[in-house]
């Protein structure tokens, strides 16, 4: 990651200031999006295998679309401006007189004054950006974190992803070896998953018992069988057929 780090110092320092202004407006610097979802998603086929799982962390600032719009506007000045001061600043000013060496100088600090106020909000930005990859980090090494990655818990008591989350991958397992015409004992499946996995129960989901699991998480259908005798009511379950996509 250094070395991603020193490359890209690089590859800015012969660029510029349009071309900078340009890709922090392009990738960084971005308009709220009125609602959820709205936002483009990049996706990338091809990348790794399903044996492995990739993911991708990008950072943004959003801003509302009018100070967004002004802020585009403001930075546009400030590349013009610096063309002005390295290309046209002597042939603007006469450097030779002392009014015109006083009308220069008055110029230069309001450029001084603009470009310090730019700087101090680039610095913000950075500052408050690091907060945020620390704060990241550090949730990524939580305990929190790897019980949602490995079990589809989020964090903060928000529910399960149900889809993703261990307990159901290992319900869905046990139908490969357990399954009679097409439906899977939940007493047998129970105990194959302890056998495995102990530490994966329903407590861990925020549920009472396994059926609860069942129930839950909307990815099986369940049957309850009374004629049991003497071994009370069998529940039996499978899961749902997937929703084809048109």
């Given amino acids: 990651m250094h070395e991603v780090r020193a490359k890209s110092v690089a590859l800015a320092a012969n660029k510029t200031l349009g071309q900078l202004v340009g890709e922090l407006t392009g990738g960084f610097l971005k308009p709220v999006h009125p609602e959820p979802g709205s936002a483009s998603a990049e996706i990338e086929d091809g990348f790794g295998d399903d044996q492995q799982a990739w993911f991708r962390i990008s950072s943004a600032i959003e801003l509302p679309p009018e100070q967004h719009q002004q802020l585009m506007h403001d930075l ?6 610096r063309n002005e001061l390295v290309h ?31 700087f101090l909000t680039l610095s913000a930005w ?9 704060a990241t980090a ?16 989020v964090p903060d008591g928000k529910g399960v992803d149900w889809s993703s989350s261990r307990i159901v991958q290992l319900l869905k397992g046990a139908e490969e070896g ?4 097409g439906w899977t004992l939940l007493n047998a499946a129970i105990a194959s998953i302890r056998a495995k996995e102990p530490e994966q129960t329903p407590k861990k989901y925020g549920c009472r018992n396994w059926r609860q699991v069942l129930q839950q998480s909307q990815m099986f259908e369940i049957r309850k069988d009374k004629s049991a005798g003497e071994n009370g009511t069998l529940v039996w379950y499978r899961s749902k057929p997937m929703p084809v996509r048109g």
Avoid at 138 to 153: D, H, I, R, T
């Fill in 138 to 153: 550090e949730f990524l090494q939580s305990p929190e974190y790897l019980n949602f990655l490995v079990n589809g818990v």
């Fill in 88 to 118: 046209h600043f002597i042939e603007r000013f006469d450097v030779a007189t002392i009014d015109g060496c006083l009308v220069a100088d008055n110029y230069l600090q309001g450029c001084y004054e603009s470009i310090d106020g730019h």
């Fill in 126 to 134: 950075v500052e408050g950006m690091n907060r945020a990859r620390k």
């Fill in 76 to 81: 546009a000045d400030l590349v013009k401006m």
């Fill in 178 to 181: 357990s399954a009679v015409e």
